[in-house]
């Protein structure tokens, strides 16, 4: 990070040399604020949830803008947290209250991502995935949606995803729920991707857990040929 001045940029230019210990001969570089801003890249952010049921599916939903299915989330509003983004999301879909400080999944989107036309002037964006754990069916059964945008859920089995889901939502959905099974940290993806691939990333597998574990997810299957 250069270091800032309040001093006025000279036109045309927005760095300015000064003295100091950076450079090789003693140079440094220097930006007023508004330069500095100016060469930040702006990135939309935000925020989904990963739920499942007993049995290991994932609950997906269908809304009215498109024919894909989605994670419960949405855009992180200004000045709020990705958590409280999730959070809010889940109770403006679903109906359902709840905290996610579980971070399964950060995903970088790029701004060439087929799924936003050109108006929207996409600049890309970082999505968090949040662990909203395993849905006892009493909790499913108090899911109350919204008068529109959402017109229902169901609960999907982990090799179905990339059929039902756009292809970066379903690689990033697996990705969160292999790290979940794995309890191995949050994944750190590009575009769906880890950005350290194992063998199965690389098939395009879901992990299915180690023998005798409990773990929420747990009955995920392969797609067809990868097994």
């Given at each position: 990070?250069?270091?800032?001045t309040?001093?006025?940029?000279v036109?045309?230019k927005?760095?300015?040399?000064?003295?100091?210990?950076?450079g090789?001969?003693?140079?440094?570089?220097?930006?007023t604020?508004?330069?500095?801003?100016?060469?930040?890249?702006?990135?939309?952010?935000?925020?989904?949830?990963?739920?499942t049921?007993?049995?290991?599916?994932?609950?997906?939903?269908?809304?009215?803008?498109?024919?894909?299915?989605?994670l419960?989330?949405?855009?992180?509003?200004?000045?709020?947290?990705?958590?409280?983004?999730?959070?809010?999301?889940?109770?403006?879909?679903?109906?359902?209250?709840?905290?996610?400080?579980?971070g399964?999944?950060?995903?970088?989107?790029?701004?060439?991502?087929?799924?936003?036309?050109?108006?929207?002037?996409?600049?890309g964006?970082?999505?968090?995935?949040?662990?909203?754990?395993?849905?006892?069916?009493?909790?499913?059964?108090?899911?109350?949606?919204?008068?529109?945008?959402?017109?229902?859920?169901?609960?999907?089995?982990?090799?179905?995803?990339?059929?039902?889901?756009?292809?970066?939502?379903?690689?990033?959905t697996?990705?969160?729920?292999?790290?979940?099974?794995?309890?191995c940290?949050?994944?750190?993806?590009?575009?769906?991707?880890?950005?350290t691939?194992?063998?199965?990333?690389?098939?395009?597998?879901?992990?299915?857990?180690a023998?005798?574990?409990?773990?929420?997810?747990?009955?995920?299957?392969?797609?067809?040929?990868?097994?």
């Amino acid at each position: 990070m250069p270091q800032l001045t309040d001093d006025k940029a000279v036109p045309g230019k927005t760095a300015q040399a000064a003295p100091g210990p950076a450079g090789p001969d003693g140079a440094g570089t220097r930006m007023t604020p508004e330069a500095y801003g100016a060469s930040r890249a702006a990135l939309w952010t935000g925020a989904v949830v990963l739920v499942t049921d007993a049995e290991g599916r994932v609950l997906v939903q269908s809304v009215d803008y498109r024919a894909d299915r989605l994670l419960p989330g949405g855009a992180v509003d200004a000045g709020e947290s990705p958590s409280a983004a999730a959070a809010r999301e889940v109770r403006e879909e679903l109906g359902v209250d709840g905290r996610y400080p579980r971070g399964l999944a950060v995903d970088w989107i790029p701004r060439e991502d087929p799924g936003f036309p050109p108006e929207t002037r996409f600049p890309g964006e970082v999505l968090f995935v949040y662990d909203g754990g395993t849905w006892a069916p009493d909790r499913i059964d108090a899911v109350r949606l919204p008068a529109q945008e959402i017109t229902g859920i169901h609960f999907a089995e982990p090799a179905d995803l990339p059929a039902l889901m756009d292809p970066g939502d379903a690689r990033r959905t697996l990705s969160a729920l292999r790290a979940r099974i794995a309890g191995c940290g949050t994944a750190l993806l590009e575009d769906g991707r880890p950005t350290t691939p194992t063998a199965l990333d690389r098939l395009g597998c879901s992990a299915p857990a180690a023998p005798g574990s409990t773990a929420p997810g747990g009955r995920a299957r392969c797609p067809r040929g990868c097994a």
